[in-house]
Each structure stands twice: as structure tokens, then as C-alpha cells.
């Protein structure tokens, strides 16, 4: 079965500029969640759907991010304007049911840089 | 806000020893324990987890508990082998699907 596909892996862009990542859910899998990797925070909760729905979005940093679910099997995160704080590494994961008590599973990652 | 503490962040351990985790929490309504594992990069891969109505759970040489009065749970590997060497992280999740991370563990497994 494939996993959580995410892309694209890696991004390179010039501070102001918009950035699209994407991921496609595990098949059947209704909760899906954003995530952000740096050194300085570790890995944070930025946003979670269930049933394509966002159900809390208190972890997104500020209005420059925004995150959509338009079906089941697609979900984008957006960030506009871009700055070099940004740089990171995000995921995206999935799982079934609801999100409180189930394994997530997670994608490779999007490696982002901003210059 | 939850809060999660992960101990120690790096560990060195000889081929063949146990190496233990340990992650403490702060919210009671906490009801879901999961370790990943991430290798360098990939994404974080569930190895075990843990909920909040049992006190141990076994998977060969991966072991996890958890003490819910004491708000702390631990991640034990024995008879480590150099391909256990990665970064684990304890995670908590309440039943509103909030998940919280620890800040990880370095685990150095030397041959």
C-alpha cells in the first residue's frame, strides 16, 4: 500500500514568494495532520482535518498560512508571503478514524527553504 | 497546554544493551501514547504505542509503559543493534486528537 505522499520533497524560493505543499492521505484514512520540524521547536502541530474538515488550526503561526482539504484525498498547505523563518521541514500524516487515539502515519516530508 | 518532557536527548549505548526513554506529561486527559522513530530524511514510523487503559505492551525487543497516576511513560530497547541508532520521539494525544511531541532522543547504538 503507498503511504502518505507529500510534495514536492524539497522547495528553494525567495523570501515573498508564495509556497504550495502538498499531500495525498493514506486511502481510507480521514484524519489528516500538518506538521513542522525545526532544531529550535522540535515537531509542531500546525493544523488537523477529520472528515476534510479543520478541527483545530491553533497551531498554524500566524495569517500567512493557510491550509485547505478540498476531498478526502488531497490536502495543501500554503504559505503567503514566504519568509526565511519559515524554512523547515513540514509533513503531512494520516490516520483512521477519529485523531485522538489512533497511530498517525507520516510522509517523507517537504524540506523548505527560503532565501 | 499539554506539556511533554522527553529524557534523556541523547543516549549512547554498546551493541547488545538496553537503552531506556522516558517522557512525562502534564494533561490527564492524555489517553494515547505512540514512540516513533525517524531516520534521517523520513518521517517519523510508529514503533509502538500505548493506551491509557494498559500499563505495559511488548513488540520483540520494543517494549513500552506507562504509569497514568505518575504521568509518565518510557520506551524500552534491548539487545540493541546498530540499526535501532535514530532519533525517537514520545508523543500525546488527547481524545480531541491534540498531539504533542516530545523534543526527541538521539539514540547512538555503537558496534
Known amino acids: 500500500d503507498a503511504g502518505v505522499i507529500q510534495s514536492p520533497r524539497h522547495e528553494v524560493t525567495e523570501m515573498g514568494q508564495e509556497v504550495t505543499l502538498r499531500c495525498k492521505p493514506i486511502?481510507?484514512?480521514?484524519?489528516l495532520f500538518w506538521y513542522r520540524q525545526t532544531m529550535m521547536r522540535g515537531l509542531e502541530l500546525l493544523i488537523y482535518f477529520n472528515n476534510n474538515v479543520p478541527i483545530d488550526d491553533s497551531g498554524m503561526p500566524e495569517d500567512r498560512f493557510s491550509a485547505k482539504m478540498p476531498n478526502a484525498s488531497f490536502s495543501t498547505l500554503k504559505i503567503q508571503p514566504s519568509e526565511p523563518r519559515d524554512s523547515a521541514v513540514y509533513f503531512c500524516a494520516s490516520s483512521i478514524g477519529q485523531a485522538g487515539n489512533q497511530p498517525q502515519h507520516f510522509g517523507d516530508g517537504t524540506r523548505l527553504s527560503i532565501l | 497546554g499539554e506539556n511533554v518532557e522527553q529524557h534523556p536527548s541523547t543516549l549512547s549505548v554498546q551493541e547488545g544493551d538496553s537503552a531506556v526513554i522516558k517522557c512525562t506529561y502534564s494533561d490527564s486527559a492524555s489517553n494515547y501514547f505512540p514512540w516513533y522513530k525517524q531516520e534521517l530524511g523520513k518521517g517519523p514510523q510508529l514503533i509502538i504505542d500505548?493506551?491509557?487503559?494498559?500499563g505495559e505492551k511488548k513488540d520483540q525487543r520494543i517494549a513500552v509503559t506507562l504509569n497514568k497516576t505518575a504521568k509518565h511513560f518510557s520506551l524500552h530497547i534491548t539487545e540493541t543493534q546498530p540499526e535501532d541508532s535514530a532519533v525517537y520521539f514520545c508523543a500525546v494525544l488527547t481524545n480531541a486528537g491534540k498531539s504533542t511531541f516530545g523534543d526527541g532522543t538521539t539514540l547512538t547504538v555503537k558496534p
Open positions: 486511502s481510507g484514512h480521514n484524519s
Open positions: 500505548i493506551r491509557s487503559n494498559v
